[in-house]
RNA sequence: GGCCCGUUCGUCUAGUUGGUUAGGACGCCAGGUUUUCAUCCUGGAAAUCAGGGGUUCGACUCCCCUACGGGCUACCA
């Protein structure tokens, strides 16, 4: 079925940080060019000037980046079909859109935008249907079709500002396939002569997007499912410029959806229920607001990637963790779902927690030894790994593997109330105080023997173990939390150990 | 409102020539391991396959209707 060269793009507006959504459209195309031993590109899609952020290009190259999508062809390292980003395509644009004007199949339209709001509030109070600029209603508009020929041509010479709309025919009906979703039909009469051409001298998206995808021969068009209602206009342009042979097939995808309620997700959820709806974090130039990452959360891109590839798209088998190269070798966009998937958070955590699980504890090291620095704390690699063997299970994000391990660096500040509390009873001070002087005898300070002497103490004592390895572990670590105490202990040493005893029995009595 | 798309456990989903005890995963619950908190292991609850009509010996699988959900309906993408 894919016979020819693959040419894919992802072509992202920069109009602010890529979300989640955008990120999973990416990869569904790299995975699917990558497939095919095809060619994936990077175009920008910034005709809207109104909308456009400096520094979302950036950002966007900057997330694919992280997360390992990367581009043949596109605005970072060029390519045949340059320039990749549509505000220096002006031109092209400009020129092409005169075929259509010439053959009629889009005309002049000089209604302001004032007018235009106008006569939607009029059918608005009226209580008629929406105002469509479309078959019905060209007719009375003020466009190349209703006004003379002289007028036309004064007007666009004295300079009235206008915009290009395409003449969308009547009474037809447009089917195409959609490789996700089969058949699909619209009747034209449902469409409206939509803009191609805005009055500030730029394309839309529809006539760009068309124009762009056909130059740069690109085979399938994978997006998301908001632009499904415009791919009968998409495919009565490339009609129009008698492109059809050569016509794209298309895709599109489901959306991804809130995790409660309705609706897709959006920036606000994110907000509302505390996850990240960017991969990276980002920063807003004008507000100066800033929504959090998974890069910086701390989720492995691994991870990340994996956990989107399975938001609607399965391999139709149980295996659920998987490589990128794994992905490329599974994927098919046969087996992309029909259906919009809300957005699980808690599985993205599980998906981090078993790429973390298994890293190498090299490579744990490697992680933890930055976060220490970042704390001004050195250590041995050998001290540091052995912190990892008795922490790693624990993490779920990479910032775990700190909060997980930090008392093995420097003693606790405080003691958590809640453990105080359920941990330090009125004997506590004493069975602490008895215990580190048989400590303090030892000569030799292993989890092992450390145990033979805990074990000894407690039948000596007739206390249960909990009664003081609970009170021990307070007073080490701070709080009721971390490995097994004696690991603890004989990773710290025996003067540590017993330095924190002295000091928590100070505190605490 | 109109148009388009969709609908299997709470969530992500398997189920592709119509015949399955409707499978897996996240989450949840219980038990085990443990000196704590996690991890880990074992087990469990959880879908009348949105509802109603057909077609058929037989439908989650095919057709129709309804309901519900989502998207679009800008000189935004």
Redesign the pocket.
Known sequence: MISETVRVRF???P?GPLHLGGVRTALYNYLFARKYHGTFILRI?D??Q??FVRSAEEYIIESLGWCGIHFDEGVVSGGPFAPYRQSDRSMIYKEIIGRLLETGHAYYAF???GE?EEI?NRYQVAGA?????NYKTRQEMKNSLTLSQQEVADRISTGN???IRIRIPENEVIVFNDLI???????TS?L?D??LF???G?????L??VVDDHLMKITHVIRG??????APLHLLLYRFFDWEKTMPQFAHL??I?K?D????LSKRDGDRLGFPVFPLQWTDPVSGEVSHGYREDGYLPEAFINMLA?????P?T?K?LFSMNELIDAFSI??V????????P??A??FN?QYL?HKTDDELMEILKSQLSRHLITASDEYVLRVIGLTK??ANLIGDLWDNSWFFFQSPQAYDER?RAKNWQSPSGEIIRNFAADVSEMKDFTKDTL?EVASHFVTLHNIK??QL??P??LLIVGS????????IAEVLGKKEFLQRIEVGLSILG
């Open positions: 072509a992202p507006s109009t899609e005709t809207d109104q909308r209604d302001s935008v235009l939607r249907e929406q105002f469509q600029y500002p206008y915009v979703r089969g058949k699909v039909s619209v009747h449902n409206d939509k803009v805005k009055s500030d730029l394309p839309t998206y529809h760009a997007n499912e908001e632009w499904l209602p415009s489901p959306l959806l995790p309620g309705k609706g897709k399975l938001l609607g798209w399965n139709g149980e659920e046969e087996r779902g029909k259906h919009g998937s809300k957005f699980d808690e599985k955590k599980w927690h699980s299970d624990r453990s145990h173990m909990g390895m609970n021990l572990r009721n939390q971390g490995p097994g105490m004696m690991e």
